[in-house]
């Protein structure tokens, strides 16, 4: 861990705890207070009617995965590398449906960690602006982790058609290759 892993944010003029400036982007911000992101999504997730008693493989993975994600965002890229998208489907996806979590709940997962995200962000930080750019850096990524989630849920279907004639003929990323907004098209 460095020292930037560790050193507190400075809160902005005007939020109440100094007039120091703000030192740390959105991402450092969302990373250097990952515990206040995870109790808020642990929050929202209980609320759900679908949400397990006790969602510990979940809560151990998130911090393995929000550091990456948090890095991914602060690079400006717009999918998850193959190294997360592995550990996504395996540590998220595959326990999900373990813990009997509908499809949906997969997703609305997700956007609890967003909204958790947008919360922690916009305690922090008075550049709404700014903000709101990471979350949407941070949608992209979740869109994508959701798929690999999903590809994790599926994973017994998916090795037993291994070999039947119905794998991937190129691989993902080649078909993937248009970052666009899918949504927006």
């Not at 994973?155 to 949504?183: Q, Y």
């Amino acid at each position: 861990m460095t020292s930037s892993d560790t050193t507190p944010p400075q809160r902005p003029a005007g939020s109440g705890e100094g007039s120091s400036p703000q030192t740390l982007g959105p991402y450092e911000l969302l990373h250097a207070h990952i515990d206040d992101v995870i109790r808020e999504w642990r929050r929202l997730v209980a609320e759900e009617p679908w949400a397990p008693d006790s969602p510990a493989r979940l809560v151990n993975a998130l911090p393995e995965m929000l550091p990456k994600i948090f890095r991914l965002g602060r690079r400006g890229a717009d999918r998850v590398d193959d190294d997360l998208s592995d550990f996504i489907a395996s540590h998220h996806g595959f326990h999900r449906r373990e813990d009997r979590v509908p499809l949906t709940g997969i997703a609305e997962e997700w956007n609890h960690l967003k909204r958790a995200c947008w919360k922690v962000l916009r305690d922090r930080t008075d550049d709404e602006e700014l903000a709101s750019a990471a979350i949407r850096r941070l949608d992209s990524l979740i869109d994508d982790a959701i798929g690999f989630s999903l590809r994790g849920y599926y994973a017994p279907e998916l090795d037993e058609l291994r070999g039947r004639g119905l794998e991937r003929r190129s691989p993902v990323r080649e078909r993937r290759g248009d970052t666009g907004d899918r949504r927006t098209e």
